[in-house]
């Protein structure tokens, strides 16, 4: 893993650590945790005549966007995250260009751990990944959280995080999944991903913005206790 600025410059790397240190989890992850945060909050800098730091914009950033998609394992979400980053970046009145950034769950399990998923792994999954997307939308930018969200807890999560967030449903058929998945040597997925086809069935069932406005509605009150 390798996380680099718009010049392509490293800021850090990971990819010197081999998989059985990270699956033995011989590493410290709080120390990458930390590299991953640093690496993100970089200052909009330039220097005077002077040569000394000069800001060049107004340090008034409007907070980015988040959006949040749900669907099933081998569903094409990936392919629509692609798609969602190439869009023209916003731009806001100093001319600045904020791009898109999507925040994939199993590329930071793969980092963290070196393999597909690890049910131990799962909460420093999701501290990196709840500090990279507030990093980034402090920053401005628009974020896309690449999961496939079909339970109401996983929804209620990212509602927590922001109320105000939008998602898009990929839906594709239970079977089209099933077959991605063996074609592409992942049959271990067909139990995964029966799985959460019973947990979107039931969330489609019941609707995903009767859903969705009902957990803002609990959160609201959570919130003023």
């Known amino acids: ?117 690890n049910r131990r792994a799962e909460p420093t999954v999701f501290l990196v990944k709840d500090y990279m997307t507030e990093t980034l939308l402090s920053r401005g930018h628009d974020v896309l959280l690449d999961e496939t969200n079909t339970s109401v807890e996983s929804i209620k999560r990212i509602l927590r995080f922001d109320i105000n967030a939008n998602y898009r449903l990929i839906d594709t058929p239970l079977s089209v999944c099933l077959q991605r998945a063996v074609d592409t040597g992942q049959d271990d997925l067909e139990e995964p991903i029966k799985k959460m086809w019973y947990n979107l069935q039931q969330l489609l069932s019941y609707g995903i913005d009767r859903t969705i406005n009902k957990l803002k509605k609990e959160i609201m009150e959570e919130r003023g206790k």
């Open 1 to 117: 893993m390798c996380v680099a600025n718009r010049n392509g410059q490293s800021l850090i790397d990971t990819t010197y650590i081999n998989r059985r240190q990270r699956r033995d989890r011989g590493i410290d992850q709080t120390a990458i945790l930390k590299q991953v945060v640093e690496a993100l909050k970089i200052e909009l800098k330039d220097k005077d005549k002077d040569n000394n730091p000069r800001t060049l914009c107004p340090l008034t950033i409007k907070r980015g966007k988040l959006k949040f998609l749900i669907g099933l394992p081998r569903s094409g979400k990936s392919t629509y995250a692609t798609h969602w980053m190439r869009t023209p970046s916003r731009v806001d009145e100093h001319g600045i260009a904020y791009p898109r950034v999507v925040v994939a769950g199993d590329d930071i399990r793969l980092a963290v751990t070196g393999i597909r998923y």
